[in-house]
């Protein structure tokens, strides 16, 4: 496979702007789309992933970013599962404590946050801006086909900024919580969901940093850009292992105050993650080389991806299986597996799934248990 050639490199700290970095971690060869593709695996590319980390504050970041225009060939994430559908209605939920009329919602590209909002509060104005929007035609929201960056202009009447993960997705976080501020008068909201970062990354997750996060955006860092922005913390919910729900306010005060240093803390803590995957796929090869029944890997997105990186044996592997209706019948992007649908399960007696799905695990044992085959083991 091809390997990348032109790489934005980010030499400096999203936090501080100064060339404080160190090398922490590299993933050789990586695939650079974390999705499902029709096209032969040929033209496949892949980067090294190169974590780096911030000697003054901790803030852990990729150093060399992937073009947009290749990152995002296509949408990947279905948002498929009871937990997704559980967080898009608990976030629709936070929101209409504060029952904005008027909102502008950065992503939201399937509208599912927007339809669930709706249904509650029907006199709303719901816009979202967003690239590639998958929204089926709803005449209750206005979709604006463009990126939001500091050269968008609205002159719509706005009392929230929305996002759901999307903050974890901006290669420069300071940035946009920049420019969402400046669209803001004092008194109204910036409300807004993202991942549990800290959290994700202690329980060793991988879809936590990857090509697509390339900030270890905690809670910590998240409080301190805000603060610095002018916005004050009106509440936290926290969902589940997964998700932080923020809603703020717009204020005239800005503090400026460094971030406390999070190096020893943060460091720890990725090395720990990098430490546990190398020792959990050499346990794993060591399984699969001596299985008697055929052995499958879940997950046709960064979940088998990360294992593969890490030098999971992939040549006894059947093949990957997802949920994800859409994935079925494509080839997941760095290899040579074709994704399948759990029901191919059915009637084969004691199989072997590989399942490393961060906080999803739980459903999808659930399902294939309970409604395909009740003597699948589980990895």
């Not at 046709?300 to 994800?324: C, P």
Request: aromatic fraction near 12%; charged fraction near 25%.
């Amino acid at each position: 496979m091809p390997k990348l050639d032109n790489y934005i490199e980010r030499k400096k700290s999203v936090l501080t702007g100064q060339e404080s970095l160190e090398l922490l971690y590299s993933l050789k060869n990586f695939p650079v789309f974390m999705g499902c593709v029709d096209e032969v695996s040929d033209e496949d590319i892949v980067a090294d992933m190169d974590w780096y980390i911030c000697r003054d504050t901790g803030m852990i970041q990729l150093k060399k970013l992937i073009p947009l225009e290749v990152l995002y060939l296509n949408q990947h994430n279905e948002g498929c599962g009871s937990v997704w559908r559980e967080h898009y209605s608990a976030f629709s939920k936070f929101l209409q404590v504060y029952a904005p009329k008027n909102i502008l919602e950065i992503g939201g590209a399937h509208g599912l946050i927007a339809k669930d909002y709706l249904k509650v509060i029907p006199e709303t104005n719901w816009t979202i801006i967003e690239p590639n929007p998958t929204i089926v035609d709803d005449p209750r929201i206005k979709v604006i086909k463009k990126w939001f960056d500091n050269k968008f202009i609205f002159d719509g009447r706005i009392e929230a900024i929305v996002h759901s993960h999307v903050l974890e997705h901006t290669f420069n976080p300071a940035e946009f919580i920049t420019n969402v501020a400046k669209f803001l008068e004092s008194g109204q909201k910036h409300i807004f969901t993202f991942p549990n970062m800290f959290e994700q990354l202690s329980r060793k997750y991988t879809n936590c940093l990857n090509f697509e996060h390339t900030v270890f955006l905690t809670e910590h860092f998240t409080d301190y850009l805000l603060i610095k922005n002018g916005f004050k913390i009106l509440r936290k919910e926290y969902f589940r292992d997964h998700s932080i729900f923020y809603a703020t306010e717009k204020i005239d005060v800005v503090t400026l105050q460094p971030p406390t240093d999070q190096y020893n803390l943060n460091k720890k803590l990725f090395l720990d993650f990098t430490n546990y995957h190398e020792k959990l796929v050499v346990e794993l090869n060591q399984k699969i080389a001596a299985a008697k029944q055929p052995v499958y890997l879940f997950g046709a997105h960064i979940f088998s991806q990360y294992l593969i990186a890490f030098g999971l044996d992939v040549t006894k592997i059947k093949g990957i299986l997802d949920h994800g209706i859409n994935k079925c019948g494509k080839r997941l992007y760095g290899t040579k597996f074709k994704i399948e649908h759990p029901r191919v399960l059915a009637g084969k007696g004691a199989i072997n799934v590989i399942l490393k799905a961060g906080a999803y695990n739980e459903e999808i044992k659930k399902d294939i248990s309970e409604n395909i085959n009740n003597k699948v083991n589980f990895w």
